[in-house]
């Protein structure tokens, strides 16, 4: 299990009403409470590790479960880590992608007017960060791979199929 995005997802339809399927990934969680927690609302479910295994790394499974045109259900699940810990790839991926810009209009300016360019380097700078943050995360993703197969593996059980991540 392999992915090169920040957070591996995939999609389903299933047969069943989107209470129906919410009911029966829940109660596949629910008897294995010592294994994972669950928490439901309609239309959408979250799956997590138990705080005792869980790191700063461990991912999260969240469902989205929506009603389809033949009465089934459509289910998108989205593997990705808290909230904390995507709040500072979010916010440092918006940082940094604003900082290249100031820095390549900078340098673009300093450029016209037959200065010298030093604004190339913030956005030199800016990219590399940037480069770093995605090494992070796809480091972070490694470290909770465990995690994340044995929360697609409830996934399947549950749903009694399997589903290639992307």
């Known amino acids: 299990m392999?992915?090169?995005g920040f957070?591996?997802?995939f999609s389903q339809t299933l047969d069943l009403s989107p209470d129906e399927a919410r009911q029966k990934l829940v109660a596949?969680?629910?008897a294995k409470p010592e294994e994972f927690e669950v928490r439901s609302f309609p239309g959408f479910v979250c799956?997590?590790?138990?705080p005792a295994e869980r790191h700063f790394w461990s991912p999260?499974?969240?469902?989205?479960?929506?009603p389809d045109e033949e009465g089934g259900s459509?289910?998108?699940g989205v593997y990705g880590p808290n909230a904390n810990v995507w709040s500072i790839f979010v916010y440092g991926s918006l940082f940094l992608s604003s900082t290249a810009i100031f820095g390549g209009c900078l340098g673009f300016a300093q450029h016209s007017?037959?200065?010298t360019c030093w604004g190339l380097w913030i956005l030199w700078a800016s990219l590399g960060a940037g480069l770093m943050l995605w090494i992070v995360a796809q480091f972070?993703?490694?470290l909770g791979a465990h995690h994340t197969y044995r929360l697609h593996q409830l996934y399947e059980e549950a749903m009694g199929r399997t589903e290639e991540l992307h």
Do not use: C, T, Y
């Not at 799956?47 to 138990?50: E, G, H, K, Q, T």
């Not at 999260?60 to 929506?66: A, W």
């Open 2 to 4: 392999s992915s090169f």
């Open 7 to 9: 957070r591996p997802h």
């Open 28 to 30: 596949a969680v629910r």
């Open 47 to 50: 799956l997590r590790i138990p």
């Open 60 to 66: 999260r499974l969240n469902v989205s479960i929506d």
């Open 74 to 76: 459509r289910i998108e």
């Open 113 to 115: 007017l037959g200065r």
């Open 140 to 142: 972070g993703q490694k």
